[in-house]
């Protein structure tokens, strides 16, 4: 038997766009994605854009369908602009912050939930996208509280109490490696055949080393071509060895958030990201469980739309 669709959830990041249909009981009713990120598009395309994606799962008649829109839509630069609401904030009411951005003629009435800035001096922030993960986390985890990590090429560190976000800070870990591994005399070091073996190895020591001295990152960093110049450094374990540095040097430069007595600190993404968080993690005697990124995304737009 079909499941009828009540609404649609949709995750339009920067690079991709993915759209979920949901029942009234909340299950998933069809999923879709499109490479039509934000990235690529102009304001007015947009509408377009979504509809051609969804128009087959839904009615051909009768009112238009709810779309509760995150990520990179709500941007300056996307759709609409959706405003930032500031931190210190309760999560739980995204919802009554979204924008409605121009459609025409559109079987969707489609809202965008806006992203969550920091506006103190010297501690200057923003996130779009990641709120309603955080906000996914509270349903997914009921009553956490402490640190939370949402690893990535900008990733996140959130403090939370419950759906309440006190403070957040933003490091460019993942950028930064693809700017080192291509543009860097670094790539030198890095080109020719990954050995995974040697990969995981190179990792563990780079955590450990930028973990311990992640004052010393800028310094740490020419160790990967030395390493290869003079050691003998595979590509696979030069690889690693810097994947790991710029990790540790993350957890190290942000060991003061880590909670004395917090048991667990979520690590929400992808499973192999994650695990080099945990080992780092470990290193410092916390403990990081991996919390689906899809799962939380889902979760916070639906916790989103049912407070509304």
Request: charged content about 20%.
């Amino acid at each position: 038997m079909t499941v009828a669709t009540e609404w649609v959830a949709v995750d339009w990041g920067t690079s991709n766009l993915r759209a979920w249909g949901i029942a009234a009981d909340g299950a998933v009713s069809f999923a879709k994605a499109s490479p039509e990120g934000m990235g690529r598009l102009s304001p007015d395309q947009f509408a377009g854009v979504l509809d051609s994606l969804v128009a087959s799962e839904l009615p051909e008649n009768g009112r238009p369908v709810d779309a509760l829109i995150c990520g990179m839509a709500g941007a300056r630069q996307g759709w609409i602009e959706a405003p930032y609401i500031e931190a210190p904030a309760d999560l739980g009411g995204l919802a009554y912050s979204a924008v409605h951005p121009p459609q025409g003629e559109s079987r969707l009435a489609a809202r965008i939930l806006p992203g969550v800035c920091q506006k103190r001096s010297g501690a200057e922030d923003v996130m779009r996208g990641e709120e309603t993960q955080l906000l996914g986390l509270s349903a997914l985890m009921p009553g956490f509280s402490g640190v939370a990590i949402l690893p990535g090429t900008h990733s996140k560190w959130a403090w939370l109490g419950g759906r309440r976000i006190e403070r957040f800070a933003t490091a460019m870990t993942g950028e930064l490696y693809e700017l080192l591994k291509t543009h860097s005399v670094l790539r030198l070091s890095l080109a020719g055949e990954i050995d995974q073996a040697e990969r995981s190895a190179g990792t563990s020591a780079g955590l450990a080393m930028g973990i311990e001295w992640p004052e010393r990152l800028a310094s740490l960093l020419f160790k990967v071509r030395a390493g290869a110049l003079l050691s003998g450094r595979s590509p696979g374990w030069s690889a690693g060895f810097l994947s790991g540095l710029l990790i540790g040097a993350e957890i190290g430069g942000q060991r003061d958030w880590i909670a004395a007595g917090q048991q667990e600190i979520p690590l929400i993404g992808g499973a192999g990201l994650a695990a080099i968080y945990a080992e780092g993690l470990a290193l410092l005697g916390a403990t990081g469980r991996t919390v689906d990124a899809t799962s939380a995304t889902l979760a916070g737009l639906k916790l989103a739309r049912s407070l509304a």
